[in-house]
């Protein structure tokens, strides 16, 4: 079956421009956390929604960074004013279950 | 708070040779403990878990066994392939909370031939 699904799969953006990341979890996931990979702070939780709330947004690294949920399903993550230091890859995985991450291929955002 | 600590990389090693990555764990409840994999080119892929002391988790030739004596949960397997060349990444979540996942830094497995 499908699998979870990013887009896009690459993003170059200019210092200071705002950027959207798109996830689409396994469908029937009610969880679903985001997760930043970058050179210096390897895997980092950013975010957790369980359906559309976000009970636990403890990762953001600043309120420059938004992350909402619709229908229970596609999450959006917003990063706004970007900085260089937000260049990484970002990570979406989804749960159906306890203990049970699945994760997306990731999007590769890269601020110049 | 919660921290996974693994053994830095690369490891490099002949095909068929035996695999050990080290991973030791702090936290203050009772975690599930897993291995995740990233291929070259590939996301995140779920290896194996276990989610209680004594608990051995295998996939694909690959253990590990939970020693809450020791909080580690090692990474082993007995004849190496090539196409086992990748990242390997220890992690826990508490299952009290939310469940995120904590990361280890990541392993890099080099296997030639």
């Known amino acids: 079956g499908a699998g979870v699904s990013q887009s896009p799969s690459n993003k170059v953006t200019e210092k200071g421009k705002d950027v959207e990341l798109r996830c689409d979890p396994i469908?029937?996931?009610?969880?679903l956390y985001w997760y930043r990979q970058s050179l210096g702070q390897g895997l980092e939780f950013l975010i957790y929604?369980?359906?559309?709330?976000?009970?636990?947004k403890s990762g953001l690294p600043s309120d420059r960074f938004s992350a909402e949920r619709t229908g229970g399903s596609v999450s959006t993550l917003t990063i706004q004013r970007t900085q260089q230091e937000d260049s990484a890859v970002y990570l979406c995985a989804s749960s159906p279950e306890i203990n049970e991450q699945y994760f997306g291929p990731g999007t590769r955002l890269t601020v110049t | 708070g919660d921290s996974v600590t693994q053994m830095e990389g690369p490891v490099t090693l002949s095909e068929e040779a035996f695999l050990t990555i080290n991973c030791t764990y702090t936290?203050?409840?009772?975690?599930?403990l897993f291995w995740y994999v990233q291929y070259p080119g590939e996301g995140l892929q779920l290896l194996l878990k276990a989610t209680k002391a004594d608990d051995k988790g295998s996939n694909k030739g690959f253990e590990a066994t939970y020693r809450k004596e020791t909080t580690s949960f090692h990474l082993e397997k007995g004849s190496v392939q090539v196409s086992d060349s990748a990242v390997y990444f220890c992690a826990l979540s508490d299952r009290t909370g939310f469940q995120k996942l904590v990361f280890g830094t990541g392993t890099r497995l080099l296997v030639s031939p």
């Open positions: 936290a203050t409840g009772y975690p599930s």
């Open positions: 469908s029937g996931h009610t969880a």
């Open positions: 929604f369980q359906g559309n709330s976000a009970p636990d």
